[in-house]
């Protein structure tokens, strides 16, 4: 599987902070997301007022992270599969506050 369809993924994801609607949820929402993907590079996101910058790697501190294979965040970036489910079928790891991953799982709808 290619990288470029993940970033594009994930850039999609970002990019609904475009919406002024959106972006009134995330105000002052300043947090690091670790995606730690098992079949390929990492990335991370820093959000920081809705706004949010993707990059290569890993954070040293992150607020939140997210463990899983990279085809399950391009299927539920194309709505093939929804976070929940995910999350509750065990393809999804996560560690962090739960409140910001319910505002992060705004952005996967």
Avoid: H, W
Wanted: with cysteine; charged share 30%; hydrophobic share 40%.
């Amino acid at each position: 599987m290619a990288n470029e369809e993940l970033v594009e993924g994930i850039k999609k994801m970002v990019s609904k902070l475009d919406d002024p609607t959106m972006a009134d949820r995330f105000q002052g929402f300043k947090k690091v997301l670790q995606f730690v993907f098992t079949d390929t590079d990492n990335y991370y996101l820093i959000f920081d007022n809705a706004k949010c910058e993707i990059k290569e790697g890993n954070t040293e501190s992150p607020d939140i992270t997210i463990i899983t294979e990279s085809q399950v965040i391009i299927d539920i970036m194309d709505g093939e599969l929804s976070p929940t489910k995910a999350f509750m079928g065990g393809k999804i790891k996560a560690k962090g506050p739960m409140t910001d991953m319910l505002k992060l799982q705004m952005l996967m709808k």
